[in-house]
């Protein structure tokens, strides 16, 4: 997904106090990608609606994985997110490249301030976008699910200060995601089997005690996943700068 550049009145200000009231925009480059662009995902560790999408899809637990139904359906809403975005962010995206350039073109400060100013109605429908976006994805959720997500979230978190994901980290935490689904592949698989024979054998009358012998086969599985889980969730945040961190928003897990 393209990245979602929010330019926010903390941004102008930024940009404002960086220089004096007449003189060019000497370092306007530096403060547009320093303001505040936090949005619903970044609060739970999510950051952009395909990299959350991801977290839920290999974050949860086993007892709590997303359903091949819940998958489709937040896909679904992930896949309308981006469309129906789509023309704003790359509008937004259009104007931060004016102001850098105004910027690196020694402009007065008022004039950067007056392109970014341009962005502020579009940065307002991309805020609530992606929250909608986040209510949606939490409908689909179960009540366990959204509980185990609230716990494991940083409630210190200030997403107003977080600063945007680069390209690049983006890429590094799609492809750290991509090689732990492909690395335990075998394991996800087969304790899936497991909790279908499971519920199976559930609705066909079988005892407590039947259910439990067969969850207890994959007992080493879910150890497994779960340590992988931390590691993953301890490389996810190894991607992230210091600045990034200090505002308490880390990957979900």
């Not at 530096?30 to 662009?37: H, I, N, P």
């Not at 007056?114 to 909608?132: D, M, Q």
Request: aromatic residues 4%; contains cysteine; glycine residues 6%.
């Amino acid at each position: 997904m393209r990245r979602i550049i929010l330019t926010t009145l903390a941004a102008l200000s930024f940009v404002a106090c960086s220089q004096d009231s007449t003189g060019p925009a000497s370092t306007a480059d530096e403060s547009l990608d320093a303001g505040a662009f936090g949005t619903a995902l970044t609060a739970v560790g999510g950051y952009e609606a395909d990299l959350y999408a991801s977290r839920l899809g290999n974050g949860l637990p086993e007892d709590l994985r997303l359903s091949d139904e819940q998958r489709v359906k937040i896909k679904a809403l992930v896949d309308a997110f981006v469309a129906a975005t789509r023309a704003d962010r790359e509008a937004l995206g259009a104007i931060l490249h004016r102001a850098k350039a105004a910027g690196r073109g020694n402009k007065a400060r008022a004039e950067v301030l007056a392109i970014l100013k341009e962005g502020e109605p579009i940065h307002s429908r991309l805020v609530a976008a992606e929250a909608k976006l986040k209510a949606d994805i939490d409908a689909i959720l179960t009540a366990e699910q959204k509980a185990w997500i609230d716990s494991r979230i940083s409630h210190r978190c200030d997403p107003k200060k977080f600063p945007p994901l680069t390209d690049s980290q983006k890429e590094q935490i799609k492809a750290l995601e991509k090689a732990f689904a492909e690395a335990h592949k075998a394991d996800l698989d087969a304790l899936a089997k497991l909790f279908d024979e499971a519920k199976s054998a559930g609705k066909s009358g079988k005892s407590r005690e039947d259910v439990a012998k067969i969850l207890e086969k994959g007992a080493s599985i879910i150890a497994r996943l779960a340590t992988a889980r931390l590691t993953l969730r301890d490389q996810l945040a190894t991607v992230l700068t210091a600045e990034q961190k200090a505002t308490g928003c880390l990957p979900l897990g």
